[in-house]
C-alpha cells in the first residue's frame, strides 16, 4: 500500500499540472480567435486518441512492464508540453500546432490509465482496493478543483509559458517517482491446469515463451471478455450510462445559464466539484459496501432522480444541490466499477483488458458531446416555446421558454438512467456477477 501511496502522489502531481496545461490552452484559443468551434476541437482532441488508441494501448501495457508504460506515457506527454513552449517561445504557436500537439500528448495518456489501474491490482491487496481508488478518485477531484486556480493564478503572473513550465514541473516529479519505485511483474506462463482451472478459452492464454503481434494480444483481451459474460454486460451497461451522462454535461451550463448570469455558474460549478471532493473523501475511507453491483445501480439510480428534478422551477439552490449530489455519486461509482474489474481480471491482461475498457466505454462520448447541442438547439428548444404542442401539455408542468427544452432532454435523459438501471438490475449476469464470477488468484 505504501509503494501504491508514492505512486498516486506522483501521479496526482503531474495530472493537475496536465488539467492546468488544458485550461490554460484552451483560455488561451478562446481569447485569440473567439470561436467555441477552435475551443471544441481542443477538447476533441484531447479526448478522441485517448479513446481511439486504449485497446493499443491496453496490449502494450501487457507486454511491459507496469512502471515502464507509466514512464513512456508520461514522458511522451510531457514532450508534447516541451515542444509548446519551445514554439511559444519564439512566438511560433498557432492554433493548429495546439491541436495536433494536444492529440500527441493525448496519444500517450492512452498508456497512462491501463497501466496505472493495473499496477494499482499489484501494489495493493483486494481488500484495500476500493480504499486505494476511492483515493485515486479524491486526487482526480482535488485536480478538478486546484488546476483552474492554479493556471488562473500563473497566468497573471508569468502568462502561458509560466503554466506550461509548472506543467513539466509536475510530470518531471512524476518520473522521478516511477524511477525510485518498484513494480511487481505481472507476466506468467499459464499452465494447462490453470487454464483447466480458470476456464480460459484456449485463443486466450498467454504464452510468453514465443512473440505475438499486437493484433493477437488484442483479441486475447476480447476473447477473456467474451468468456466472462457478467464482465461484457458491466461494460456495455457503462457504455450507455456514459452517453446519458456526457448528454448532461454538456447541457448543465447553458440550462443554468437560462435562468442566471456566469458568476451564479461559476458557484454552482465550484459547488459541483466540491460534491466530487466529499464523494471520494467517503468512498476512500469507507471503501464501500461489499456488492460493488448493488452501490453501483443504486447511486446511479440517484443520478437519474436528479436528472429529473430539473422539472422544478429553475433555481440557484435547486440546481446547486443538484450538481453537488451528482458530482458526490460519481466517485463512489467509478470506484465501484474499478474494483470489480480489478478483482476479476487475471493481472497478466488487465492492460488489455482497461484498455477495450476505455475504447468501448468512452466510444459514445464523442457522439453525446456532437448529439447534445444540436438537438437542444434544434428540436427540444424549439419544441417548448410558445403556441406549440408540447408547450400547450407538458409546459403546463415544466414551464415554457429558454431553457425549458433543454429541461426536457435532461428529464429524457433521467428517465433513460432509471430505465438502465432496471434492465441492469433484472439482468441475472450483471446483477449477479460478483458471485458468479471468481477473483482472479
Known sequence: MKIF???????????????????????????????VTLFALVSFATLMPEIA??????????????????????????????????????????????IILVAISSSFNALIFPAFMAAT??????????RANGLVQLGAAISQIAAPALAGALLVVWQLNGVLLADVMTFSFALIVLLLIKIPDHKKIISPEDKEKNQIDRD?????????????????????????????????????????????????????????????????????????????????????AKNKINMVLGFLALQ????????????????????????????????????????????EIQGRVFGLRTTIGNAFLPLAFLLAGTLADRVFEPLMQANTVLSQTIGHIIGTGDGRGIVLQMMILGMMTLLLVLLGYFQPQLRFLEDNLPDHS
Not at 231 to 239: E, H, K, N, Q, R
Request: proline residues 2%.
Open 5 to 35: 501511496l508514492v505512486l498516486a502522489v506522483g501521479q496526482l502531481v503531474s495530472l493537475i499540472g496536465s488539467h492546468m496545461t488544458g485550461f490554460a490552452l484552451g483560455l488561451r484559443i478562446y481569447e485569440q480567435e473567439e470561436s
Open 53 to 98: 488508441l486504449g485497446a493499443l494501448a491496453g496490449t502494450l501495457v501487457d507486454r511491459w512492464n507496469r512502471r515502464t508504460a507509466l514512464i513512456i506515457g508520461n514522458l511522451g506527454a510531457g514532450c508534447g508540453t516541451l515542444i509548446i513552449i519551445f514554439l511559444n517561445i519564439y512566438h511560433e504557436l498557432e492554433v493548429v500546432h495546439i
Open 121 to 130: 491490482s499489484s501494489l495493493v491487496n483486494k481488500e484495500q482496493l476500493g
Open 204 to 288: 486466450c492464454v498467454i504464452n510468453e515463451s514465443h512473440a505475438k503481434g499486437l493484433w493477437l494480444d488484442l483479441k486475447e483481451g476480447w476473447f477473456y471478455l467474451k468468456e466472462r459474460k457478467g464482465l461484457l454486460w458491466l461494460l456495455g451497461f457503462f457504455s450507455i450510462a456514459n452517453f446519458n451522462l456526457g448528454m448532461v454535461i454538456v447541457l448543465f451550463t447553458p440550462l443554468v445559464l437560462s435562468f442566471t448570469d456566469t458568476a451564479q455558474l461559476g458557484i454552482i460549478m465550484s459547488i459541483s466539484g466540491s460534491g466530487m471532493l466529499v464523494g471520494a473523501l467517503v468512498i476512500s475511507v469507507w471503501g464501500g
Open 304 to 347: 437519474g432522480l436528479l436528472f429529473l428534478a430539473t422539472a422544478f422551477q429553475p433555481s440557484f439552490l435547486l440546481y446547486a444541490t443538484g450538481a453537488f449530489m451528482v458530482m458526490f455519486t460519481m466517485p463512489i461509482i467509478i470506484t465501484s466499477n474499478q474494483v470489480i474489474w480489478q478483482r476479476k481480471v487475471a493481472p
